[in-house]
């Protein structure tokens, strides 16, 4: 209520501030003919002059007078409290005639007063309840004073627009496929529209509220719509489906999946104790998670040589996802000899190692004059004998042997080389007493 007081004594203003001027032209108030268009600054409101008044045109309401769109004068509930649409142009009546706002808001439809000794009115959205300015300054209500609204209409203009949407973009869509869209309701207009769907590629469809796959229809506020189009057959391949909808429209894009050349991993089993000179193959593996043809090497000693998928040997090639690979090459010619091929399938390597049979051999460690890699012999100060550890660094880490099988031990000498504690340096006199290895017997020694 107190809204609306304000806003009738600041039209009082208004009324006051354009006082009639001559009425010999078509409207007054000022004076002007039809068809002219003014800015009222009070009113903040464009106004144009339709031969006998002052029409005001929020909402983009054309004519107060004239019959626009008027098959579609539709009812309005009295009791309704919802907000008045700017995009409708009403009507009320009063006793037996019909009336037109002059200004329309959401929340109040302004009027000239077409009852005498009353300068204007307002009519709120919630209450729909009168409110009218008196020539002597009263506001009266619709107590009978000077008279109720009996009746109300709209006329809307069309809206054709809808609220914003989205379907969203999809990417690594697997080739030649048809993807279907996420599903949006449509809202926002308020009679039917057409909705049509084109694209160059992938004959994209639409379905409205779920029905059949289509090409075009109509659709209505509070439908679905959903899409669909065939993925290309290339990677990275984007396919653009355009959607008119009323005086809207949206792209849709489906790009297929980037193409991926990098595989798992993959492992070739090592081999040792080979015989010389023999072409060995490897294990077969399975390359996996690449989705394009990828190429493949393999290079290294023993003219090493590369299969795929059970073809032909060769030493490059290109290999698809769920291809088998294998390697063959020649050992080497001496005993404990490794040759190694590297494979590469689009940048992830592995290395596969073939190691000739070492022979055994048996070192008398105590005619040793001089260490050997660091290493002389193996000895324990006092009563105590050498131990297994000792013994294996004469073979693995001096000798270059795979493993040590045995050993014997002995005094230790006066006068022969012996290594420090833990490998230590050399020293040209053993110590007396010291129980040191006599003969170690290593194996897969070159």
């Known amino acids: 209520m107190g809204f609306i007081r304000i806003f009738l004594a600041f039209m009082v203003l208004v009324f006051c501030a354009t006082a009639a001027q001559t009425a010999m032209a078509d409207c007054a108030n000022p004076v002007a003919e039809e068809g002219v268009m003014v800015y009222n600054t009070n009113l903040k409101t464009m106004q144009f002059c339709n031969g006998t008044s002052w029409v005001s045109m929020v909402g983009g309401i054309s004519s107060s007078n004239s019959e626009f769109l008027s098959t579609k004068w539709e009812t309005v509930d009295l009791s309704d409290t919802a907000n008045f649409d700017t995009l409708c142009e009403y009507r009320f009546q009063i006793g037996a005639s019909w009336h037109r706002p002059v200004v329309v808001t959401i929340s109040t439809l302004l009027f000239d007063a077409p009852i005498a000794d009353w300068k204007f009115g307002a009519i709120e959205a919630t209450s729909k309840d009168e409110y ?198 020649t050992s080497g010619n001496a005993y404990a000899v490794t040759r190694v091929a590297t494979v590469d399938v689009g940048g992830i390597t592995d290395g596969w190692s073939v190691k000739t049979v070492g022979q055994t051999q048996a070192y008398n460690v105590n005619s040793q004059t001089g260490c050997i890699n660091g290493y002389c012999n193996c000895h324990t100060s006092g009563s105590g004998s050498p131990n297994a550890a000792k013994a294996t660094t004469i073979c693995v880490n001096q000798r270059g042997c795979e493993a040590m099988s045995s050993f014997t031990t002995a005094n230790g000498p006066i006068g022969k080389k012996q290594c420090g504690w833990n490998g230590g340096g050399c020293f040209t006199n053993g110590w007396a007493g010291n129980k040191i290895c006599n003969t170690v017997t290593c194996t897969g020694c070159p």
């Open 132 to 329: 009218w300015y008196r020539n002597d300054g009263n506001i009266a209500t619709t107590s009978g004073t000077p008279a109720p609204v009996a009746a109300m209409q709209k006329n809307c203009l069309d809206d054709v627009e809808p609220d914003a949407f989205t379907f969203n973009d999809v990417t690594n869509a697997t080739q030649d496929t048809v993807i279907t869209s996420n599903t949006v309701t449509i809202t926002g207009i308020n009679m039917p529209v057409t909705v049509s769907i084109s694209g160059a590629e992938g004959t994209p469809e639409l379905s409205i509220n779920g029905g059949p796959w289509v090409t075009s229809g109509m659709i209505v506020s509070g439908q679905t719509l959903q899409l669909r189009v065939t993925s290309g057959t290339g990677f990275s391949n984007i396919r653009t489906s355009v959607m008119s909808i009323g005086s809207a429209s949206a792209e849709w894009n489906v790009t297929t999946e980037a193409a991926d050349g990098a595989p798992d991993a993959f492992t070739f089993t090592d081999l040792t104790g080979q015989a010389f000179n023999t072409l060995l193959t490897s294990n077969t593996v399975t390359i996996t998670g690449i989705n394009a043809g990828t190429p493949v090497s393999v290079s290294g000693d023993g003219s090493p040589e590369i299969s795929i998928n059970g073809g032909v040997w060769v030493t490059s090639g290109t290999i698809e996802d769920g291809q088998s690979l294998q390697i063959r090459l």
